[in-house]
């Protein structure tokens, strides 16, 4: 599982004492050490030029999965407030353990947007036999699991026929490509070879469920 990065933002205005700026910036310095000896990837921005929710917006647009926010009050307080980029789901963390505590905190950020996107993707893929079972699905935005023999000539004849023509009642905002291979699922959800390959000219016996799917 890859190392991420995240910014600490400290909480300085104009406001706050030079003495106690110093300070802060250099309890920010020191977590951010702290993580980085740990192994996780840490970026303390202490930019005075910009204003923290610009310095929020900066890291989230480069895809920073926790956002760290120290100010005066967290560092009298011996604490951190995180944020979770995925859902903006704010917590405080104690300073002790505190790489610890994110490193459990980044496995339940990849965990949870895992199990998302595994679901939305089961829930888009399905299994046809039927060449009219193919492109109505495929019309629905489904991703296809079929019998496939593998030959080029058929994986061109699915593209071509699975392509919209422009018929009156079709939808004429919907992608108009036909499907094409995606891959050969190591998980197969039955034994293809028994079927006959679900491109409609072919009489040749599958070699396999591949996945089909339509370019948006």
Known sequence: RALVERDISSGINAEYGDANKADLQAHCAALERTLCK???RASADMRMNVTTGWKFNHWELRGVPVRMEVGPRDMKNNQVVVVRRDNGVKATLPDENLEQSLQSLLDTVHDDMYNR????????????KEWKDFCANLDQKKILLAPFCG????EEAIKKDSARTGEAGEDEKAP???AKSLCIPFEQPGDATSETCICPNCDEKAKAYTLFGRSY
């Not at 030959?151 to 058929?154: G, L, S, T, V």
């Open 38 to 40: 740990a192994g996780l």
């Open 151 to 154: 030959a080029i000539p058929c």
């Open 117 to 128: 996107a595994l679901v939305e993707r089961d829930n888009a893929m399905v299994v046809v």
């Open 176 to 178: 108009a490509m036909g």
